[in-house]
Nanobody
Framework: QVQLVESGGGLVQAGGSLRLSCAAS????????MAWYRQAPGKQRELVAA???????TYPDSVKGRFTISRDNAKNTVYLQMNNLEAEDTAVYYC????????WGQGTQVTVSS
């Protein structure tokens, strides 16, 4: 059974930074393209970062240059470093596989105050 546990969210002022973690069990992240998604109130869930098996990364323009996804194979954990946060980044953040997500975890709330 796949289990993804996100952590590291919180309340931060605009311009600040947070580092999210995603501890995975039931899958081996080094053999998967892993991604971070977010869902803001009233909006659809969207992809914000992905890293493939050879560590190539992709980001939408909205976060490019501010967010960095990484993977620690030894810890079976995926990270999202978020810098220069903006109020528009406020959302619940989830990690999952890409493009076919497994069961979603509980996510971690990120709130950016302007």
């Amino acid at each position: 059974q796949v289990q993804l546990v996100e952590s590291g969210g919180g309340l931060v002022q605009a311009g600040g930074s947070l580092r999210l973690s995603c501890a995975a069990s039931g899958i081996i992240v080094r053999y998967k393209t892993m991604a971070w998604y977010r869902q803001a109130p009233g909006k659809q869930r969207e992809l914000v970062a992905a890293v493939d098996l050879i560590r190539r990364t992709t980001y939408p323009d909205s976060v490019k240059g501010r967010f960095t996804i990484s993977r620690d194979n030894a810890k079976n954990t995926v990270y999202l470093q978020m810098n220069n946060l903006e109020a528009e980044d406020t959302a619940v953040y989830y990690c999952n596989t890409f493009p076919a997500p497994a069961q979603w975890g509980q996510g971690t709330q990120v709130t950016v105050s302007s």
